[in-house]
């Protein structure tokens, strides 16, 4: 068997994985990074970047129904309708993924990392035997940065099948649904809920809790409950899947509603977005002695690091915060600098979420709640100020502000340090970084409020819902 | 034109009389109201004096170093549309009914910089990344440090102005030549404190110093549990809390050493409190803070107190009252290391400990070298009413409790 040495050894290539393998390369170390399938992970393959890319076909097919409607739209008429061709699009998104794929095999090529194709299978914390078709390869290193990721979680009494499907399924389907139900109406359901509506399929979601988006507080998520109601979104809340059978047309699935009766929907698809959980069971992962919690996140302090001496975890597979791939990013940078001798601490003030859904909503930092608990403690009050996008110009000029968007924020009434910023809204997803930017600096609202923002940019909004924090907006009476 | 005499401020807390530590005006000079005019050293703390008035200096009393009393005419202003001249007698206990100028006073704002704002309870520290990752880099704990950009934001400079009070030995030049230059430095203000509660406390108390090493392996691993895994309020601990929580186990066995010996009344007095004084290097010089009641506080609580403590001695927000009724007192020379020192006492208390960092040494144990973190200690005891028996015997006490953390806490 063919034995490599390393100094750095990463298992993943996701957006954790391969950031760490290219910082470590950087850093002049010897860096190998395994991938079972293509480099780029869950985001890049099967996740944030083709369902963005699905995203905005979706959206595209619908203005441009909008245009051929009787009358047109902004005085722009089509003679025919569109036309969706479902294999075509997926084939589309399929070269941006190509695109994004190679780049990042691009990269870690350039930065000296040796990219092994492959499944890791640990025989001690430090060594690994890597299957593929040339036969195994024996991996000994220094360093073992774990970014294995995560996998959608399966419904014990409906395993994934051609009628339920995961989220990784939905982006390759090669027909449309004609109604796809989405059993969890968390932010992955509902971005894919919202495309395929925007594709044409009828979409109902069943969602346990008492609404969609639970993480987010109501004002916030209340645009988007009203873009589903107005665009005819069933929603059943405080209701329970329970099963899929066969029925002639399809498939048939089987929950309970709020009032705990037992009812059945019709369904070509049923996508189950009930949440995502770390890959740690396999990988041989046991063999390595490392600590895990009870759901298989693996145990890190502020440094990745694990238990074991010299073995790291970052991104989806540790218990390290949010599943979000920046969060993944920023840890995997962080580890190969760690290694290099750099010090350095996972410590941000706010790590920003994001959903795609129609309208977008974005949130950084501190939510109402937190906010009035922390100022409770220093005795101080909160302070929250809000802007409509319906009184920002740019965003009239993009029809953004159809949804009831608005950007807020809340500061301490105190020192007018901000605490968190929120927004919904159309394209309000290009603002987090203003946003995040903000809260590592320790901005208080004067910072902001003495920063010009660009007309005409959305970002006037912040500037305004800053000022209006403060007591005197312009464009708001 | 008239004549306005200017009285040194009733500067609050008892204060009766100041040492001038530098005019930043002088005769003839034509000042601004709040115009700073001199600044004035009390017991702890430098203030700067304002102006009243806008006018002109026809006269300063004293000089740098120098008493002046509170009450006492310390400059003379001709001020355009004053009355005619107003020459009051020396004030003295009760204020005199006299035609004097009753011209309002600003009140007196201590030193000049922008104030480090004290942080809350559970509040976050407030820095930008490039500050944290500086701060990370140096190994300070951004935690300690107060800011005073706005909002409490610590800055760049915040956190320079802290590395230097931390390693104030500069490196040498590249260049050799001979030198012949000789600075005079006045010892006045704070240094002349210093100065004189050092010659009292060495001419007048017999000092006996005595070391030991101690084994603090398995209080190490107590610290970096308890930091691993504290609440995000609670300090993270230096070994200094533990030392301190220790010290009130080992100074309750021994109570003669947490004493004052009153040598002109010829009495000791024993005290049931442990006032730990810290003895905190400023930037202005030796300070030292007293964490009150040590006894009552368990750990997290005797860590905060000595942050609070020391870092508003550093920041120069020290109060009176953080300022005095230590009855022993404890000097750590941690960073710096050391073989030993002999401490001298904080007259008129009749113990100090000095503590110095530890490290990981070889050690023998059973036949066996192994290899433990050591630290040493340093203590001096007035011998004149400390015997070297008890003197050694409290240190002995301070290491088995060290050396056997758990004890502590029993």
Redesign the interface.
């Given at each position: 068997m063919e034995t490599k040495r390393c100094k750095v050894l990463v298992i993943g290539a996701g957006p954790g994985g391969y950031v760490a393998a290219i910082r470590s390369g950087q850093l002049g170390m010897d860096t190998i990074i395994v991938e079972g399938e293509r480099a780029g992970g869950t985001c890049l393959i099967r996740g944030c970047i083709p369902s963005k890319a699905i995203i905005h076909a979706a959206h595209k097919f619908h203005s441009l129904q909008k245009h051929s409607a009787d009358k047109g739209h902004m005085g722009i008429k089509l003679p025919s309708p569109a036309e969706l061709n479902l294999k075509d699009l997926i084939s589309w998104k399929e070269d941006i993924v190509d695109k994004l794929n190679k780049g990042v095999e691009g990269l870690l090529k350039a930065a000296k990392v040796t990219l092994v194709s492959g499944w890791a299978k640990f025989i001690d914390a430090k060594t690994c035997i890597v299957t593929n078709s040339n036969g195994d390869i024996r991996i000994e290193a220094e360093h073992v940065i774990l970014a294995n990721g995560s996998i959608p979680i399966e419904l014990p009494f409906m395993p994934f099948n051609d009628d339920v499907i995961s989220s990784r399924d939905a982006l390759e389907l090669k027909e449309l649904p004609k109604h796809l139900v989405v059993v969890g109406g968390g932010y992955i359901g509902l971005e894919l809920g919202i495309a395929y509506k925007l594709l044409g399929s009828e979409v109902t979601i069943i969602e346990a809790m008492d609404s969609v988006l639970p993480i987010f507080d109501k004002e916030l998520r209340r645009p988007v409950e009203l873009y589903l109601k107005k665009n005819k979104i069933s929603v059943h809340t405080k209701s329970f899947a329970k099963g899929v059978e066969k029925s002639k047309n399809g498939i048939k699935i089987n929950y309970t509603d709020s009032k705990g009766e037992l009812k059945s929907l019709e369904a070509d698809k049923v996508l189950v977005t009930v949440g995502r959980k770390p890959r740690s069971k396999d990988s041989g992962i046991e063999k390595m002695g490392i600590k895990m919690n009870e759901q298989g996140f693996i145990l890190v302090?502020k440094k990745c690091a694990t238990n074991m001496r010299n073995v790291w975890a970052i991104g989806d597979v540790a218990d390290s915060g949010e599943m979000l791939a920046h969060v993944a990013s920023n840890q995997g940078e962080m580890v190969a600098e760690i290694i290099a001798g750099?010090?350095?601490?996972f410590?941000p003030?706010s790590v920003p979420a994001i959903v795609f859904t129609e309208p977008e909503i974005i949130s950084v930092g501190m939510s109402p709640d937190e906010g009035k608990k922390?100022c409770e403690?220093?005795?101080t009050k909160l302070l929250t100020g809000k802007f409509p996008l319906a009184a920002n110009g740019r965003s009239l000029t993009m029809e953004a502000e159809k949804t009831g968007g608005f950007v807020r924020v809340i500061a301490?009434e105190d020192?007018?340090?901000i605490l968190g910023i929120h927004a919904v809204g159309s394209s309000v997803s290009e603002l987090s970084g203003e946003f995040s930017l903000a809260l590592?600096?320790?901005a208080?609202l004067?910072?902001v409020a003495g920063t010009i923002h660009a007309h005409p940019t959305m970002s006037e909004a912040f500037h305004e819902a800053i000022l209006a924090t403060l007591g005197h907006a312009i464009h708001i009476s | 034109m008239g004549e306005i005499e200017f009285r040194l401020p009733d500067i609050g807390e008892g204060v009766v009389e100041g040492e001038i530590v530098i005019w930043h005006v002088n005769e003839a000079d034509v000042v601004k109201e709040d115009d700073p005019i001199l600044d004035v050293m009390t017991d702890k703390a430098t203030v700067t004096i304002p102006s009243p008035t806008d006018g002109k200096i026809i006269k300063i009393n004293g000089k740098a170093g120098e008493m002046l009393k509170v009450g006492q005419v310390c400059i003379v202003f001709e001020v355009e549309g004053a009355p005619s001249i107003e020459k009051t007698e020396e004030v003295k206990e009760e204020k005199s009914e006299s035609q004097e100028i009753k011209k309002e006073i600003p009140k007196p704002q201590i030193a000049t910089k922008p104030q480090p704002q004290v942080r809350?309870?559970?509040?976050?520290v407030?820095?930008?990344?490039a500050v944290?990752?500086k701060a990370?880099?140096s190994?300070i704990d951004l935690a300690s440090i107060n800011g005073s950009?706005?909002?409490?934001?610590i800055t760049h400079s915040d956190l320079d102005t802290w590395k230097e009070a931390g390693s104030p030995v500069a490196a040498a030049g590249p260049a050799r030549t001979a030198l012949s230059g000789i600075k005079e430095i006045p010892v006045i203000g704070l240094r002349r404190k210093i100065a004189e509660q050092m010659s009292k406390s060495y001419s007048t108390i017999a000092h006996f110093s005595y070391f030991e090493e101690v084994d603090v392996t398995n209080l190490e691993k107590l610290r970096v549990h308890l930091n691993?895994n504290r609440s995000e309020n609670q300090p993270k601990l230096t070994y200094l809390p533990f030392i301190m929580q220790a010290l009130v186990k080992a100074l309750s066995e021994h109570p003669q050493c947490n004493a004052h010996y009153m040598d002109e009344d010829e009495k000791v007095l024993q005290f049931e409190a442990i006032n730990l004084g810290i003895a905190t290097q400023t930037d202005k010089g030796l300070f030292v803070p007293v964490v009150k009641n040590v006894e009552a506080q368990d750990i997290w609580e005797s860590a905060k107190e000595m942050i609070r403590v020391s870092s508003a001695a550093r920041d120069g927000k020290a109060t009176m009252d953080d300022l005095q009724g230590s009855t022993f007192t404890i000097t750590s020379l941690g960073r710096m290391g050391g073989l030993g020192a002999t401490p001298i006492i904080n007259h008129p208390e009749v113990g100090i400990l000095g503590v110095h960092n530890a490290k990981e040494t070889p050690v023998v144990i059973d036949g066996r070298i192994e290899i433990r973190r050591i630290m040493r200690l340093s203590s001096s005891w007035d011998h004149r009413v400390v015997d070297g028996w008890d003197g050694a015997m409290l240190v002995q006490t301070l290491k088995n409790f060290l050396e056997h953390p758990a004890t502590i806490f029993m």
């Open positions: 302090d750099h010090i350095r601490e410590d003030v922390y403690t220093l005795g301490r020192n007018h340090q590592e600096m320790g208080l004067e910072d | 809350k309870k559970g509040e976050r407030m820095a930008s990344p944290r990752k990370r880099e190994g950009g706005p909002g409490g934001r691993d």
